[in-house]
């Protein structure tokens, strides 16, 4: 089992930065792959973006390229969502995810991660 908490969440204006932080604990030797999801009122989670735990490779979501960073700590097996420019439209829950299958096209899909954190939510004003 792996087990994930994440923090960070909290509101900010418009055009403000916020750091997530997903901590992994347990069986963490087993995932290839974190990926941070979301998920808005009466909308369906998606994909923010995802690294490779090994390689640092990262994918990001069409809508928060070149604002958002997502990097690794592996010493502390914390992986970190940096959230610059955001817009109110960034209004959602946060999750993380982990996925134990390397790294590949399925990273983007919620439906191959093996295990999940409570969220946080992120909350932006305009």
């Known amino acids: 089992q792996v087990q994930l908490v994440e923090s960070g969440g909290g509101l900010v204006q418009a055009g403000g930065s916020l750091r997530l932080s997903c901590a992994a604990s347990g069986r963490t030797f087993s995932t290839h792959a974190m990926g941070w999801f979301r998920q808005a009122p009466g909308k369906e989670r998606e994909l923010v973006g995802a690294?490779?735990?090994?390689?640092?490779?990262?994918y990001y979501a069409g809508s928060v390229k070149g604002r958002f960073t997502i990097s690794r700590d592996s010493a502390k097996n914390t992986v970190n969502l940096h959230m610059n420019s955001l817009k109110p439209e960034d209004t959602a829950v946060y999750y993380c995810?982990?996925?134990?299958?390397?790294?590949?096209?399925?990273?983007?899909?919620?439906?191959?991660?093996?295990?999940w954190g409570k969220g946080t939510l992120v909350t932006v004003s305009s």
């Open positions: 995810a982990a996925d134990s299958r390397g790294w590949g096209p399925h990273i983007v899909s919620s439906y191959e991660y093996d295990y």
């Open positions: 690294i490779s735990w090994t390689t640092g490779n990262t």
